[in-house]
């Protein structure tokens, strides 16, 4: 069976906490915010395009000219791990952790607000220092919840309210369609709602800019508002868990001058700055990524998202045990290593197995080859473009651990509310939803609204088997003690892999 190919869609760290404790006592590091902004700010890409012109920006920081090897302060930030700062400093792991004792080297993620000492290796062309959102304001996260999109459109006097599309088998309104991308792309609704004011005026002007390309991110028949806009989230998860991953260092804006992100940076501020890269150069883009561009229309419309301490991605986070998403007694193929969880590109969280079968291609499995829900669960969501099955069964997608499947087919598809233990079905695999070759599921796992990385410090294991990224999208490999499966589409005797587990 041939893998999808989708266009859009712990150890216990005894003594280290201890440590940490005492570094917290000794010495933390304070934070500093802008003051929320008077007014919001409406950019255009397009130089003919409506809105005002832009404002003077506010001169931020530069950092100096460290020497090599030179310890600086740097206090962790939700969802730090060792090898991505070792990457954003131009270091070592091994180097971080001579430097920080307290730290065990099989630690997953850091805890937020640990202050410790990261030997720097200078590199020219740092960009801003200046944070623009916080990681929790832009995933769609536990901060989200309460959040009601339609209401608050409704209550502005934009176009949005008044502009509809037919998508995923409805027609939806301005605010529907701001929910339906902030769930499948898991982004906070308040982030697309003040790009789209932003770029847009979509919460003030009684009409949008009249430019065929309302964000100005050019894909050939993508100019409606709402495929900018899926355009959009695909690009700051692109920019987001490139940072995570410590994979994304540098980047070009739209007149290709080289960006290399602050290493103090966090996620959420250089996900948007790699999203401002793709359509603005120059002022244009130093504006959008200062205190007076998008920053200051979040604040202006949604408080200041900083006064909100909450720790996304904890300390020390261990995956629940899972079991691979088939029958105990069956043997399927590893078809697809990690690759995306929804859309192209970032975040590789995803694996795919395809049951056996005598034909390639999209058919029908077999009656006995369901899937299963790798944990015990709360199905939250079930439609064609994914299932989530909620392992804290509190009813909402946005906290806690999450399974996400996708390419099940529509009928015996759990539904919503069905309560699962593990190893029960959830349905069956097929070509639904998004772009497929062959009939397969799609399995991912996200964490308070973020998306995973299958290959990371916290691996996504499947009854013991762990996978590892070969560099490029759906290559890679399962392995489990002295056994390893390289993913292939072909489906052939050397992806097979037993579901057995305990």
Not at 347 to 358: G, N, Q, R, T
Not at 463 to 488: D, F, N
Request: aromatic share 10%; charged share 20%; glycine share 10%.
């Amino acid at each position: 069976m041939k893998p999808c190919r989708l266009s859009h869609h712990t150890p216990k760290l005894g003594d280290f906490r201890v440590g940490v404790c005492l570094a917290l006592l000794i010495g933390m590091m304070i934070v500093s915010c802008a003051p929320p902004p008077e007014n919001p700010s409406i950019a255009t890409q397009e130089k003919a395009g409506d809105g005002p012109p832009a404002a003077e920006t506010t001169p931020i920081p530069t950092r100096p000219s460290f020497a090599p090897g030179q310890l600086v302060d740097y206090t962790a930030q939700s969802g730090d791990s060792l090898p991505a700062l070792a990457s954003r400093f131009n270091t070592s792991v091994d180097e971080i952790l001579a430097a920080n004792t307290f730290i065990p080297r099989e630690t997953t993620t850091l805890p937020q607000g640990m202050p410790m000492e990261i030997p720097i290796y200078y590199r020219a062309l740092w960009g801003s220092p200046f944070q623009i959102l916080p990681d929790h304001a832009f995933v769609n996260s536990p901060t989200a919840s309460g959040f009601n999109t339609a209401a608050f459109v409704a209550a502005q006097p934009g176009w949005l309210k008044n502009y509809k599309a037919y998508v995923g088998g409805e027609n939806r309104t301005g605010a529907e369609l701001v929910d339906y991308v902030a769930v499948n792309y898991s982004i906070n609704p308040r982030l697309l709602l003040a790009i789209l004011e932003y770029q847009g005026g979509a919460l003030t002007l009684p009409e949008p800019p009249k430019t065929r390309r309302i964000l100005g991110l050019k894909r050939q028949f993508w100019d409606s508002h709402y495929l900018q806009l899926v355009l959009a989230a695909n690009t700051l998860n692109n920019g987001y868990y490139g940072w995570r991953a410590g994979s994304l260092i540098e980047f070009e804006d739209a007149g290709g001058i080289i960006i290399r992100p602050d290493p103090w940076q966090n996620a959420g501020s250089v996900a948007l700055q790699y999203y401002f890269s793709r359509v603005f150069a120059g002022e244009e883009y130093k504006q959008a990524i200062s205190p007076e561009g998008l920053n200051k229309t979040y604040v202006e419309y949604f408080g200041n998202p900083w006064e909100d301490d909450f720790e996304l991605i904890p300390g020390s986070l261990s995956q629940p045990e899972l079991v691979l998403p088939f029958p105990a007694s069956q043997t399927w193929n590893f078809t697809g290593g990690p690759h995306t969880g929804w859309g192209t590109g970032e975040p590789f969280s995803a694996l795919d197995f395809a049951p056996p079968s005598e034909k390639s291609g999209c058919v029908p499995a077999q009656a006995d080859n369901f899937v299963v829900a790798v944990a015990d669960g709360l199905v939250v969501r079930s439609r064609q473009d994914g299932l989530a099955l909620d392992l804290d069964r509190d009813g909402d997608e946005r906290t806690g651990w999450v399974i996400f499947y996708l390419h099940l087919a529509t009928e015996e598809r759990a539904p919503v509310g069905a309560e699962l233990k593990r190893g029960d079905k959830i349905g069956y695999p097929s070509c639904e939803g998004g772009r497929s070759t062959g009939t397969h599921v799609h399995v991912a796992r996200k964490y308070n609204g973020e998306w995973l990385q299958a290959d990371s410090v916290l691996p996504f294991m499947l009854s013991g088997w762990i996978p590892h990224s070969a560099g490029s999208a759906y290559e890679g490999t399962l392995t489990k003690g002295g056994l390893t499966v390289t993913a292939c589409e072909c489906g052939d005797e050397y992806t097979s892999i037993s579901g057995s587990y305990p």
